[in-house]
């Protein structure tokens, strides 16, 4: 009786760890640093995390399926270049006023997302490619790309109403970037649980040659998931870009790392078959805090890199020991 | 001369008893065979001379002195080196470093490749093996590395060789230059011990037999003096094949139709066709190209020329998802990496051959999957404390009825069964056959391979013989032995 007993805290222990490590990170920071509980730091962590929370999101879908995106950086870069560009030269040549050029020059981007989304999964399921070694090269293509085609400058011709989308707060308090992050939270965790496309990443991820002989079409399944992160990237990218009135080509720099991280200390596992929609978002939330707990307790920036980089070896290092432990 | 001895060896393994006190003799300078069928123990006694086990009871002797070993590295360091049929060679390495590795030779602490090389040169012209020492293992052909792997063995001057089914991926004109090869190594004083379930081989190959059958040993003759059919009848014994039910009916409508169908390398010309209710056996050894055939039929890989009529179409490529949906359904031959996703639960592996029904719009409908899943785990008797368990978890036979269940949920009209019981417990195996003979009842057909020709004996209403990747000939069980069917399969003209 007793030794099970024990089993199930731990069994407790080993399903709630992120959110037990969340919640005393929340107790020992408000005691630290009373600015920390302030509704405005609260919501000002939520607008950090966003941007990189939407494509953390589009990434549990690729990671699940067992494959990476490494490019995501690139795209958030290459959207706001696109979008402002668009924007630029069309009100420039005349062809129409800027406030609604801008709204062309988002589609754009998100077209353009849609096919390096379908591009990658292409190369991935017709050439068996893997998915590291083509978004490694697409990482540098589209930085190159966003660099050549913005001249290498900030391209900053928005009209002032699109700061709305990333610098703007929902009834003057909520950031806007934020309620976009809930939004696709709430989808992504529908789609993975309640769809037929959800469960068979899943599969596919856990077994392709398994869902292949289920009749499970793996090849669509591979280039929705490896489209679905790229799309997340330009909804960012053009999130990042209002927020900052420019489409800069050096945007969105390492943070495919960011996104990774996020999925990984959220319960997933780099083989595939494995994570949550949830333990996602327990990740973004995670890393967002951490940061934000390190600035307020006046932590030089680069030891901040050390501690980010600390917390991703150990959040693995416990999810392996788990998997051992359940083995056994 | 050395001799190899084992004396009163006994291997118990949970439930059965592997090796039950056997006793043998093998001296050098001949090539002893050693033969049994699936389970007969041959592979328990070769692991426990080999030293990948050892026996629970009983000693082996070598020269009459007693050989213990504390792992497979341990054996080759006393002398008994062993070729398994998977090669263990490096693709990517020279054959020079396949051969000496761990151990190439060093001058001042760095590769002496000059010396390598030239040793190895030696050894392969000493063997009178015409492959080059820098030539890359990947780049040689299948029978070129059976031999580099049995100079591997050769290179570390054993006192005995145990070749484990050496010949089983050769064709036969260069299975005969590996025999070449083994002959030549009787002058060098060597015992040499040769597993084979291609019969037909032993009289090219063996001077003595040994026949193994339900862990004891039923006799050793020379190779000469015996006949396959003799060696056929001490392996087998007499056996008694279980009745089917009789009341199986099979109806004249025709559901599968297998025109021609060929592919590359794989099978050639393949025709036949199949009744709705019948339970049709494919009899076949490995490498008959009946899972290839049955894979092609499927539509999981792709076919050459010919064409399957199923479900009211003649179709002339392979396509899965098509046929799914017209009705066939295949559990795979190896249900871990073709047929589960193991970590995922047991009411997920049910359900992902039939999402397309279980889903409207793209949403999953969480009550039909529920029913869906509530009735295999009846229907089929899964034992389980809770369907959100990974499947890893369960035993073989329950895993693979999961496997059966994930079909049956998509309500086929023809099932494909390759090896439904392979590495199961006899009881599981009456449960999966009374599910086949079940499915027959409901006007459902069903195609059965197995390794296990007297399974075919026992489930099936017509068989066809595969051999060499054609279609030989089809029989009915009940006039036929299992002797013969083995032997149909495995080429013997000798019957």
Redesign the interface.
């Known amino acids: 009786m007793n030794k099970s007993g024990t089993k199930s805290v731990t069994a407790f222990l080993g399903r709630y760890m992120l959110e037990i490590i969340l919640v005393l990170l929340f107790i020992i920071m408000s005691f630290s640093s009373p600015a920390f509980l302030k509704p405005a730091n609260l919501l000002n962590i939520l607008r950090n995390v966003s941007m990189t929370g939407i494509i953390a999101f589009g990434m549990s879908f690729v990671i699940i399926a067992g494959e990476i995106d490494l490019s995501v950086g690139s795209t958030v870069a290459l959207s706001g270049v696109i979008t402002a560009l668009t924007a630029g030269k069309l009100s420039a040549s005349g062809g129409m006023p800027m406030e609604s050029a801008v709204i062309l020059g988002m589609v754009f981007a998100l077209l353009a997302s849609i096919l390096i989304g379908i591009f990658n999964g292409f190369l991935l399921t017709k050439f068996k490619m893997p998915s590291f070694i083509i978004t490694l090269g697409m990482m540098n293509l589209l930085y190159g790309l966003s660099a050549v085609i913005s001249g290498g400058f900030p391209v900053t011709t928005l009209p002032s109403w699109y700061s709305w989308m990333g610098a703007g707060n929902l009834f003057g308090v909520v950031p806007v970037p934020a309620v976009f992050l809930l939004i696709t939270f709430v989808i992504v965790f529908v789609v993975l649980k309640?769809?037929?496309?959800g469960?068979?990443v899943?599969?596919v991820g856990?077994?392709a040659?398994?869902?292949?002989?289920?009749?499970?079409?793996v090849t669509l399944i591979k280039i929705g998931a490896m489209t679905i992160v790229q799309f997340c990237c330009a909804i960012s990218g053009i999130m990042l870009s209002s927020q900052v009135m420019s489409g800069t080509f050096t945007f969105g720099k390492g943070w495919e790392m960011t996104a990774i991280s996020a999925v990984i200390i959220g319960g997933a596992s780099l083989s595939g078959?494995?994570g949550r929609a949830w333990g996602t978002f327990l990740g973004i939330l995670f890393l967002g805090i951490m940061s934000n707990a390190m600035t307020l307790n006046g932590v030089d920036e680069y030891v901040q890199y050390i501690v980010q980089g600390a917390l991703i070896i150990g959040a693995v290092l416990i999810n392996s020991l788990l998997d051992r432990k359940g083995k056994l | 001369m050395s001799t190899l001895e084992g004396r009163h060896l006994f291997k118990q393994f949970p439930g059965t008893l592997a090796l039950d006190d056997v006793c043998v003799s093998f001296e050098s300078g001949k090539v002893h065979a050693l033969v049994g069928k699936n389970g007969s123990g041959k592979s328990t006694l070769l692991k426990i001379f080999s030293g990948a086990q050892p026996p629970t009871k009983g000693e082996i002797l070598l020269d009459g002195k007693p050989l213990g070993f504390s792992g497979a590295n341990d054996a080759i360091n006393q002398g008994v080196a062993t070729v398994y049929q998977e090669l263990s060679l490096i693709p990517i390495l020279s054959v020079t470093e396949n051969i000496l590795i761990n151990r190439l030779p060093r001058k001042r602490g760095l590769i002496d490749w000059k010396a390598a090389h030239r040793q190895v040169k030696e050894l392969l012209d000493h063997l009178g093996i015409d492959v080059s020492p820098s030539a890359l293992v990947g780049d040689l052909s299948m029978w070129q590395m059976q031999m580099v792997e049995i100079a591997k063995a050769m290179s570390r001057g054993p006192k005995v060789l145990l070749l484990d089914e050496i010949t089983s991926s050769l064709a036969k004109h260069e299975a005969e230059l590996v025999f070449d090869l083994v002959r030549s190594l009787k002058e060098e004083g060597v015992v040499i011990l040769y597993i084979s379930h291609k019969l037909d081989e032993l009289w090219k190959i063996a001077d003595t037999c040994t026949v193994l059958r339900d862990g004891k040993t039923v006799g050793c003759v020379n190779i000469g003096d015996t006949t396959q059919k003799e060696l056929v009848s001490m392996m087998f014994g007499a056996i008694t094949i279980p009745k089917r039910p009789d009341d199986l009916m099979v109806s004249d409508e025709v559901v599968l139709q297998v025109k021609g169908l060929s592919r590359a390398d794989k099978f050639q010309d393949v025709s036949f066709q199949l009744h709705k209710g019948e339970v049709l056996g494919i009899a076949g050894m490995l490498g008959s190209g009946r899972t290839e055939l049955l894979k092609s039929i499927f539509g999981?890989d792709p076919f050459d020329s010919g064409t399957v009529v199923f479900g009211g179409r003649e179709l002339t490529s392979a396509n899965?998802?098509r046929m799914?949906n017209l009705g066939m359904a295949?559990t795979?031959e190896n249900r871990k990496?073709?047929?589960?996703?193991?970590?995922?639960p047991i009411s997920?592996n049910l359900?992902?051959?039939s999402?397309?029904n279980?889903?409207r719009n793209?949403?999953?409908d969480?009550r039909k999957q529920k029913k869906y899943i509530d009735r295999q785990v009846e229907g089929l008797q899964i034992k389980v404390a809770s369907t959100s368990y990974p499947v890893e978890e369960l035993s073989g036979g329950n895993q693979q009825k999961v496997v059966v269940g994930?079909w049956l949920n998509t309500q086929p009209s023809v099932i494909v069964f390759d090896e439904p019981s392979r590495g199961i417990d006899v009881q599981a195996k009456q449960q999966i056959f009374r599910i086949i003979w079940e499915q027959s009842r409901k006007g459902v057909s069903s195609i059965m391979v197995s390794t296990e020709l007297e399974e075919l004996l026992e489930v099936c209403q017509r068989i066809l013989i595969m051999r060499g990747g054609k279609i030989k000939g089809e029989i009915k069980p009940d006039q036929i032995s299992n002797e013969e069917l083995y032997a149909l399969c495995m080429g013997g003209d000798k019957l």
């Open positions: 309640y769809t037929k496309f469960r068979s899943y599969a856990g077994n040659e398994s869902a292949r002989l289920s009749g499970i079409n078959g494995k | 999981a899965l998802i799914k295949l795979p990496s073709e047929g589960l996703v193991l970590q995922a997920e359900c992902y051959a999402y397309d279980l889903s793209g949403f999953m969480g994930n």
